[in-house]
């Protein structure tokens, strides 16, 4: 293979990149020879007013990052193809914009622009690999802000949702938390915004930056202060840090969130988290990526050079191969061996052998039609087992109704109890009543034949009519019975006694109340002529 130049270019640094060889990275400032400096150019591109210089004069943003890049690919001294990686927030008239600029340079005339997620994430997949199916999703922590980008990795990492770009979470805004934190530790005041202290409060936030990445391989790193008034060396540790960039980061973890959601991914789906950037070297980013979303966090030795290692990876390829075969595996891009003569336009089909007369040339078929290694996997949703239903003694219908059949027996059984209990004392009222019609019959000849000798007769004759009706019980169960005392009246109003006659003896057992006679009115006493009347008649009173 060729050797190849990747050159990235990034709102605070640019880099280049011989793959396999060395790297160069500059701050994105453009110096003349003996004119003006430009700074902040990157976020200008495509701008159609132009940069302002301090002589006064007027150049476009696009412009002068040719400028730059054509000083930064002559620093690499390598041949080969070169490709150049543009941020991937970028909108489609900055990309052409620069497209534009570029074709004015004689060197970079030919170079491809590549979105530098794709170039992040083909060397990511070349070293030190990520996964071929599923979803991955990368994050770019830049020195103005933080890029999401969500790809699909069987289809060459092409990305399935346009770039996120979050601006909370940057290197600048963590420089200037370390800063603070750094000014928090001076003993005394500082006075921040006299105008003397401004070049010195720029090398200490540079300092700050140093001391930032220190952090990122050792647990304490210490800041040298040099203000007006305060000269010292203040500590601050990696706790601190976490401390600082907690709530920035729950916030960016929050906005990928939404991202995957957004663009519907599942998180089955999602089978690795890219981290590329500055940032990805701070060992909060990578515990807090990975403890949210429970995946493997895949990063790099030198995660900021990553856009510009993947450049010169997919320059080399050549626009032929930036298909859905674009990750290639490292074997394919090993160097020739020592002592080998002038490469072949077909060296790199050949590239696992150099014995041609043997091995015969693959088939153009296998190359036009790549045949993935295997088949692709779906994810599909996680099928929750049916619930299984609630036991009987959970159900409240089942129990109400259960309760109701008991309380609905409960009840028969006592109506049942109460009905037998008053058949069971039927028997006895039902003698006492045969015997009860036997003694009207005995009264009534009891005062017609006054002779003491029948007086004994009823007392005789009672416990044979007693005796008798025992027997016939169930006979006179039946309710006519009680028409037999129409006669009684009618004996006792024929001959009314002066007086009522005790009831016999024979009635004692009775349970049932005893029988008493209509008596009738008695007529009113004469009064005898000449004498005072003795008895005094019904509603007179009594003489004095």
């Not at 050797?3 to 709102?11: I, Q, R």
């Not at 990275?25 to 210089?53: C, M």
């Not at 109400?400 to 309380?407: E, N, S």
């Not at 009680?482 to 009775?510: L, N």
Request: proline content about 13%.
């Amino acid at each position: 293979m060729t050797e190849s130049v990747g050159l990235s270019v990034g709102a605070t640094n640019l880099a280049a990149v011989a793959v396999g060889r060395a790297a160069v990275t500059r701050p994105a400032v453009l110096t003349r020879e003996r004119g003006p400096v430009f700074t902040d150019f990157v976020d200008r591109v495509g701008d159609p007013v132009g940069l302002v210089a301090a002589d006064g004069s007027t150049h476009r943003a696009e412009a002068v990052l040719t400028e730059a890049l054509r000083a930064l690919r002559a620093a690499v001294p390598a041949g080969g193809h070169t490709g150049i990686s543009h941020p991937a927030h970028w909108q489609d008239r900055q990309v052409d914009a620069l497209r534009a600029a570029l074709a004015a340079a004689p060197e970079l005339r030919t170079a491809p622009l590549f979105s530098d997620a794709g170039t992040a994430l083909t060397a990511l997949a070349d070293n030190p690999g990520l996964p071929a199916r599923g979803v991955v999703v990368l994050c770019d922590f830049g020195g103005t802000g933080t890029s999401i980008t969500v790809a699909d990795a069987a289809h060459g990492y092409q990305p399935i949702a346009p770039t996120v770009r979050h601006s909370e979470l940057s290197g600048a805004l963590i420089d200037q938390m370390v800063l603070t934190q750094v000014l928090a530790g001076v003993p005394g005041a500082v006075d921040a915004a006299g105008t003397s202290a401004i070049g010195s409060l720029t090398k200490l936030r540079m300092a700050c930056r140093a001391a930032k990445e220190r952090l990122s391989g050792a647990a304490a790193a210490s800041v040298a202060v040099d203000l007006p008034g305060h000269r010292t060396q203040v500590r601050i540790t990696r706790d601190e840090l976490d401390a600082v960039l907690r709530a920035p980061l729950a916030d960016f973890l929050a906005v990928l969130q939404d991202t995957l959601q957004r663009s519907g991914i599942r998180p089955a789906e999602l089978v690795a988290v890219a981290s590329v950037g500055g940032g990805a070297r701070i060992p909060a980013v990578t515990a807090a990526l990975s403890e949210r979303f429970r995946a493997p966090v895949v990063t790099m030795p030198q995660p900021e050079l990553a856009a510009a290692i993947g450049a010169g990876i997919r320059a080399a390829r050549g626009p032929a191969d930036d298909g859905a075969t674009a990750v290639a595996p490292l074997a394919a891009m090993a160097p020739p061996p020592v002592g080998d003569p002038a490469m072949s336009s077909t060296f790199r089909a050949l590239a696992w052998s150099q014995d041609t007369d043997e091995i015969p040339d693959p088939e153009p078929f296998v190359v036009d039609n790549p045949i993935p290694p295997r088949p692709e996997v779906h994810f599909t949703d996680h099928e929750e087992p049916a619930a299984e239903p609630d036991p009987w003694y959970r159900r409240p219908a089942l129990l109400l109704g259960t309760g109701a059949a008991v309380v609905l027996a409960v009840c028969v059984a006592a109506v049942v109890f109460v009905m037998r209990t008053d058949q069971a004392q039927t028997p006895a009222p039902q003698t006492t009543t045969a015997t009860a019609t036997a003694n009207p019959a005995t009264q009534s000849a009891a005062p017609s034949e006054p002779t003491p000798a029948e007086v004994p007769a009823p007392a005789t004759e009672a416990p044979a009519q007693t005796r008798t009706v025992t027997r016939q019980a169930p006979v006179t169960q039946e309710p006519s019975q009680p028409s037999t005392e129409t006669p009684a009246p009618e004996t006792t109003s024929a001959a009314p006694p002066p007086a009522p006659s005790p009831e016999p003896t024979t009635e004692a057992p009775v349970t049932q109340p005893p029988f008493i006679p209509t008596i009738p009115t008695i007529p009113p006493i004469p009064t005898i002529p000449g004498l005072p009347p003795f008895i005094p008649q019904p509603g007179q009173a009594l003489p004095h």
